[in-house]
């Protein structure tokens, strides 16, 4: 499948060879070029021969010399030169199928492209590839690839998936493995289905894999008040989290002996859930599955102490301000806000957890939380001169939350500032400070 080339970066390689938009990108080299991870990969040999055509279908050939190894600057119709992969499976905990109706189309894609594993670290079931993707995969080293793995028990594995196919993960993960592909494994628990014996199993058999499967993250699966006609499942109680962890930390306490790392890690939310502190900062390791609720509070507390430490006490000036959260996040928010307010008497900070009525009580993360749920939950609420929440509310281009309510009408609404904050401890230190904000 050829790639339509739209623009060519000014100053780059392809714009000195005379690349221009409209034209076409054929092939690197002899390979043809199918989709991002074919032009990436491909693109990076320092001598170049490029197979392009006009509008018109001529082709030319173009010889570019790239020996300082610069991105060749070209841009196209689409981030993956190709249609994303649709997922076909019907998991029986799928978030997308427990959404309300009418939300924007977008929401309701269900991917499951390996490229965007690779790329964006997005996890992928690996039942809709083919062999020549698998052969492609080893042949192009694409690692690390994230994996839903949810239970190497060939018959839950289907039954979770919904996929006749599924039960083939495990073996197909050994094959990855035997080629030298690394992996990050995640598997979503249903109390009742692929708890216990297991995940005591599934645990055991990816830590056989490494150093090929890197990190393991265990959560829980998420229960939106949306979900007639579907699967019954149980949501993780505190009595389900604390087995889960006891698994867990068993293993991990075996691996890290056995292997330097814990290679298993449960979430943030388990914790939460089991009514346990969180564990030490260093428990994380470097934190390989913070994008999935892995240690996220404690890398957060981590960067707002440090931030907090480092601040001269003039650098400071009153403040008042308000932080909207999930139930989850409230309580360590509101320690880290006394902590400053100790230190900086000057500054109020309030700390709101806010009720999830959108997808209902049992969506506890911030990241969930919509616009609509923020007027209703913070009406006549003291919110001080600027509302903090995390950007992870937002779509990526800060536009609209989940709920399609702009930024624009929960300020009006509320009648403070809205200030979308990256997940970052220091970056939410500052803004409570109202430094550079």
């Known amino acids: 499948m050829a790639s ?66 610069r ?7 689409t981030y993956l030169m190709d249609k994303q992969t649709h997922c076909h499976n019907k998991c029986v905990f799928c978030f997308i199928d427990q959404l309300p109706k009418g939300m924007r189309e977008s929401l309701y894609f269900k991917d499951d492209d390996m490229r965007m594993s690779f790329l964006m670290g997005n996890y992928v079931t690996l039942t809709n590839l083919k062999e020549a993707d698998f052969a492609r995969i080893k042949r192009l080293r694409i690692s690390p690839i994230n994996v839903s793995v949810h239970a190497t028990d060939p018959d839950v594995r289907r039954q979770m998936c919904g996929n006749r196919f599924a039960g083939d993960c495990y073996k197909i993960m050994h094959d990855l493995a035997a080629a030298g592909i690394t992996m990050n494994a995640q598997i979503v ?10 995940l005591a199993r599934s645990l055991d058999d990816l830590i056989l894999l490494y150093p090929y499967v890197q990190s393991i993250a265990v959560v829980p699966v998420g229960l939106t008040k949306y979900r007639e006609g579907l699967a019954p499942l149980e949501p993780v109680t505190e009595t389900s989290a604390n087995e889960i962890l006891a698994i867990c930390e068993g293993r991990a306490a075996a691996a890290l002996s056995r292997h330097g790392t814990r290679i298993v890690f449960a979430s943030d939310e388990i914790y939460i859930r089991a009514g346990r502190s969180l564990p030490d900062y260093d ?43 999930g139930s989850d996040a409230a309580p360590f928010l509101t320690k880290l806000a006394e902590k400053l307010m ?19 009580p049992q969506i506890t993360v911030a990241g969930l939380v919509t616009g609509r749920d923020l007027i209703d939950g913070l009406a006549g609420k003291e919110l001080g ?20 309510v702009t930024p624009a009408e929960v300020e009006s609404a509320l009648g403070v500032r809205l200030q979308a904050v990256p997940n970052d401890g220091g970056a939410l230190f500052d803004a409570i400070c109202g430094i550079d904000c």
């Open 4 to 69: 339509k080339i739209t623009a060519v970066d000014r100053g780059s390689p392809a714009f000195r060879a005379g690349i221009v938009p409209g034209e076409t990108l054929i092939s690197i080299n002899g390979n043809e070029i199918t989709d991002v991870l074919d032009y990436r990969f491909y693109a990076a040999d320092p001598d170049l021969r490029l197979l392009v055509a006009d509008e018109n279908g001529r082709t030319r050939e173009i010889h570019i010399r790239n020996t300082a190894y």
């Open 189 to 198: 628990v249903c109390p009742g289905i692929n708890d216990g014996d297991v």
């Open 385 to 404: 001169d600027r509302l903090l929440v995390t950007q992870s509310m937002l779509r990526y281009d800060g536009e609209v939350f989940l709920d399609d």
């Open 342 to 360: 100790r230190r900086f008497p000057q500054v109020c900070c309030r700390v709101y957890a806010i009720e999830n009525r959108f997808f209902g």
């Open 71 to 77: 991105p060749l600057g070209l841009e196209f119709e």
């Open 283 to 325: 428990a994380y390791e470097e934190f390989p599955q913070i994008e999935n609720g892995v240690g996220m509070l404690a890398s957060l507390i981590s960067e707002f102490d440090s931030a907090l430490d480092l601040a001269e006490d003039g650098e400071v000036a009153p403040q008042s301000v308000s932080i909207a959260t």
